[in-house]
């Protein structure tokens, strides 16, 4: 299975600034949080997720095809 993942600002360094990053797995299915674990993407530094455009959660189970952003948490003022 396949899987496009876009890390969004600083999150870039997670996927060796590779963008987007395309994901092979063996799994037939496998939940988000996973792959954001196996990346070693800190749960803080992320503000919201979206699988193929909708605002979606760590949870959600992956068949392949999906395309995924990752967004960072951001700071000013």
Request: avoid cysteine.
């Amino acid at each position: 299975m396949q899987i496009t993942l876009h890390l969004k600002g600083p999150l870039k360094k997670y996927g060796d600034n590779i963008e987007p990053l395309t994901i092979e797995l063996e799994h037939t299915q496998v939940k988000l949080r996973e792959i954001i674990e196996q990346l070693e993407i800190p749960a803080s530094s992320i503000s919201f997720i979206q699988i193929n455009g909708e605002k979606s959660d760590p949870d959600t189970v992956l068949t392949g095809g999906e395309v995924v952003v990752v967004n960072p948490r951001v700071a000013g003022g």
